[in-house]
């Protein structure tokens, strides 16, 4: 028995530091700095390989996912209207000024716009807030540049969320890629290569293009209700489409996902058809002149229109 | 999302208007009656008119193509043009006016050309 408490407090004082020293070891991957956070989603050694989808990807919104369409920065300034609207009036936020907001409040448009945001230090959500208020108030270009080095790029989805229910599948391993197969990929960083179970799946995109007010958070932020819509109103309609057949497949713009703005997007959305006639009615001896115009417009799409 | 319909007479002269908003209303905070703006003031949605999916949405207009005066204590409408057309148009807008480029996305349009026989009673 005592060799047994012994052999315990021996194990205690080895296994417990070992522990701690890893929970600071996790505390310590952290990026400090915005440089830090981009390297550790660095995407560069895809482009070879994954020329296409690369080029595809820069042209989305994704690529820009904290300034939003490129020379506007409309994202970036709707950053900095949460933190003066919204943060700074709140009396229990802990904002009073810029230079308060953590990662934690940025988190209230990051846990989409930035969900890697949640792997850095305070000192990233402050650099960050620098950049927002440099550019959207003085058109500082260089900030502009820093701000579109945050992004979802390959690592987000294709690691990162690519497994949802990390009970029954597991955590993301950071040294594989998730797509359809199983299989080596030829990537230092990356490689091994495996099948993520929601690739094809709607599920994955509703992660970030969501359900409606986000509960998980002190205070609940609603920016996107798509998924949440896609659930309730398609699917009980019938439809059967996921968000990447029509986004990706259909439209065949691939990694380029776009939405109200993409011709492409546009033509599979609506069927629109118009009817008119004038005729003139009476009432009595006055004739009443009159146009009748009935417009019919059908939703194909896997979703109300507008939707968030 | 946006339905404009307008009637014009042959001169370009505008004589009537009218618009139709799809869009979910949200709410700020998910309480009381205000609509929110930004997303971090959205907590609820307090009407839907947006275009739900694959379901038809029916709209129609029914336009006067007269000006209306008394006569006499007789009510007169007078026909404003025999031959005009009717723009119908289909935006895509998330905020601000229509006509800003920056902001509208035209999904759609078509104009119809419709006549009123002269003569007759």
């Known amino acids: ?308 | 999302m946006v339905l404009y319909v307008t009637a014009k007479t042959q001169d370009g002269k505008v004589f009537y208007k009218n618009e139709k908003i799809y869009m979910p209303v949200p709410q700020q905070m998910g309480r009381g009656d205000k609509m929110g703006r930004g997303p971090y003031e959205k907590s609820g949605i307090l009407r839907d008119t947006s275009l739900p999916p694959l379901k038809v949405t029916k709209e129609q207009f029914l336009i006067p193509v007269y000006k209306e005066s008394t006569k006499d204590g007789k009510v007169v409408r007078d026909i404003i043009a025999n031959d005009f057309t009717v723009d119908v148009e289909i935006s895509y807008q998330p905020y601000g006016k229509k006509d800003d480029p920056d902001n509208t996305q035209k999904w759609f349009a078509v104009t119809k050309k419709l006549s009123i026989e002269k003569g007759g009673k």
């Not at chain 1, 440089?35 to 690369?54: F, G, K, P």
């Not at chain 1, 208020?133 to 270009?141: C, K, L, N, P, R």
């Not at chain 1, 546009?266 to 146009?291: C, F, I, N």
């Open chain 1, 1 to 308: 028995m005592r060799l047994l408490k012994s052999t315990l407090v021996l194990l205690g004082c080895i296994v417990v530091p070992c522990m701690i020293s890893g929970v600071q070891a996790a505390e310590e991957k952290k990026a400090k700095t915005i440089a830090e956070l981009v390297a550790m989603y660095d995407s560069s050694s895809c482009v070879d390989c994954h020329t296409e989808a690369h080029e595809q990807w820069q042209k989305s919104l994704h690529a820009r996912s904290i300034f939003g369409p490129e020379d506007v920065g409309r994202t970036a300034a709707t950053f900095k209207t949460t933190i003066e609207n919204g943060l700074k009036e709140w009396p229990h936020s802990g904002v009073k000024k810029p230079e308060d907001v953590g990662v934690k409040h940025l988190m209230i448009c990051a846990k989409c716009h930035l969900p890697q945001l949640q792997e850095a230090e305070d000192s990233v959500a402050k650099e960050i807030v620098e950049n927002i208020y440099a550019f959207v108030d003085d058109g500082d270009e260089e900030a502009a540049e820093v701000l579109q080095s945050l992004n979802i790029g390959c690592t987000v989805c294709h690691n990162r969320n690519a497994i949802v229910h990390k009970w029954k599948d597991g955590y993301p391993e950071k040294n594989a890629v998730y797509g359809n197969t199983d299989g080596e990929h030829e990537d230092e960083a990356h490689p091994v290569m495996k099948k993520s179970m929601i690739m094809k799946e709607s599920i994955l995109c509703g992660q970030c293009h969501g359900l409606g007010p986000n509960f998980d958070m002190e205070n609940p932020t609603q920016c996107a209700t798509l998924y949440g819509a896609h659930l309730y109103t398609y699917i009980p309609e019938g439809g059967q489409a996921t968000c990447q057949e029509c986004h990706m497949e259909k439209s065949g713009l691939g990694h380029n996902m776009q939405s109200y703005r993409a011709p492409e997007m546009v033509k599979m959305a609506l069927d629109v058809e118009v009817e008119a006639d004038a005729y003139q009615w009476r009432d009595g001896s006055t004739m009443t002149p009159l146009a009748n115009v009935i417009v019919e417009i059908k939703n194909k799409a896997g979703h109300p229109i507008p939707d968030g």
